[in-house]
């Protein structure tokens, strides 16, 4: 019966391959359905996705530009990935430094821009210990005042980060953590059936990155409020 290992062989194979694309179209249209019940939030959106990754929507809310990003974190060592949403509110700010706020620093964390900024500063009073600040400037960055009025964000330890830039404002959050045995056994960044974006949570980091945006506009640095 040895003339038939090789057609079964080949049955097989194809029955694999089958199997395969089947499930990569079931977690593409699972992981693209993440932003469907935030969608009546803006006043304009289109929803990218890359093959099997999370998406990005890219829209429009109460007159900003606006970007959401979900992005899978499985660099860190012996940590349960984590699924990060980016929401980042596009504007033109006063300032001329960008300051980076990052919690729980790993030095594995590729979405920030924090690893890449030459200054580090003293953490203010009333953040968490261990989180790191940072700037790719010294002059021309937010007053103490905006810098202290954002301590609250990080109560929430899903909190991840704050980045402050010329061109925006970025909050960082942790959606979800990965399943504990999809992970362990199979090594395999699942995050649960229907995972979706809760409207009240999109609606509170956008209209918080929002807030802060208008605070930074009502104080920009004395540099830049009385040019010479």
């Excluded at 660099?75 to 700010?93: D, F, G, H, Q, Y």
């Excluded at 006063?94 to 990052?102: E, V």
């Excluded at 924090?114 to 400037?137: C, I």
């Excluded at 990080?154 to 999809?182: C, H, I, N, W």
């Amino acid at each position: 019966m040895s003339w038939l290992a090789a057609p079964l062989a080949v049955l097989f194979f194809v029955i694999l391959i089958v199997m395969h694309r089947r499930h990569r179209v079931a977690v593409k249209a699972e992981r693209g359905a993440l932003f469907e019940n935030v969608l009546t939030l803006f006043e304009r959106y289109r929803v990218e996705q890359d093959d099997v990754d999370f998406p990005a929507l890219v829209g429009g809310y109460r007159g900003f530009d606006i970007k959401l990003e979900a992005l899978v974190d499985h660099v860190a060592v012996r940590k349960l990935p984590s699924l990060w949403l980016l929401a980042t509110v596009k504007a033109e700010l006063p300032q001329r430094s960008a300051l980076d706020f990052l919690a729980r620093p790993l030095n594995t964390e590729f979405y920030s821009p924090s690893s890449h900024m030459e200054h580090r500063l003293p953490t203010p009073a009333g953040y968490p210990a261990g989180l790191r600040v940072s700037a790719d400037g010294t002059e021309g960055l937010p007053s103490p005042a905006v810098i202290a009025n954002q301590a609250t964000l990080f109560d929430d330890s899903k909190m991840k980060e704050l980045v402050m830039t010329p061109k925006g404002v970025r909050l960082v959050y942790q959606l979800a953590e990965a399943e504990r045995p999809y992970y362990l056994v199979l090594r395999q960044a699942e995050f649960g059936p229907h995972l979706r974006l809760d409207p009240a949570l999109a609606r509170r980091l956008i209209d918080r990155a929002i807030a802060i945006i208008e605070e930074l506009r009502r104080d920009p640095p004395p540099d830049a409020a009385c040019p010479s």
